[in-house]
């Protein structure tokens, strides 16, 4: 079992930047991947970025690369997500995930523990 608590959301202006948090409880947190994802109103959770256990290999959206970048550290059991040149498209909550197995690191069916999420505004 692990549970996931994000934090570090809040309200910001284009342009600004924010990095949110997600720790994990218990001692196999190396033991999975992890992912942010991030649903705005009226639309379907989507995919923002992903780890993998030792943090050598990232993956990102179209829309957020080279502006967000995601990283871990084991020892803390934390995964971070770096947010710069925030846009009001942004706008959302914002989930982490964690999964243990091999799978379509994109889509959110294979994640066997979610957040409670943390709100994310840009405004314009």
């Known amino acids: 079992q692990v549970q996931l608590v994000e934090s570090g959301g809040g309200l910001v202006q284009a342009g600004g930047s924010l990095r949110l948090s997600c720790a994990a409880s218990?001692?196999?947190?190396?033991?999975?991947?992890m992912g942010w994802f991030r649903q705005a109103p009226g639309k379907e959770r989507e995919f923002v970025a992903h780890?993998?256990?030792?943090?050598?290999?990232?993956y990102y959206a179209d829309s957020v690369k080279g502006r967000f970048t995601i990283s871990r550290d084991n020892a803390k059991n934390t995964v971070y997500l770096q947010m710069n040149s925030l846009k009001p498209e942004d706008t959302a909550v914002y989930y982490c995930?964690?999964?243990?197995?091999?799978?379509?690191?994109?889509?959110?069916?294979?994640?066997?523990?979610w957040g409670q999420g943390t709100q994310v505004t840009v405004s314009s």
């Open positions: 995930a964690a999964v243990r197995d091999y799978g379509d690191y994109a889509s959110p069916g294979p994640y066997d523990y």
């Open positions: 218990g001692r196999t947190f190396r033991s999975y991947r």
């Open positions: 780890i993998n256990w030792s943090g050598g290999s990232q």
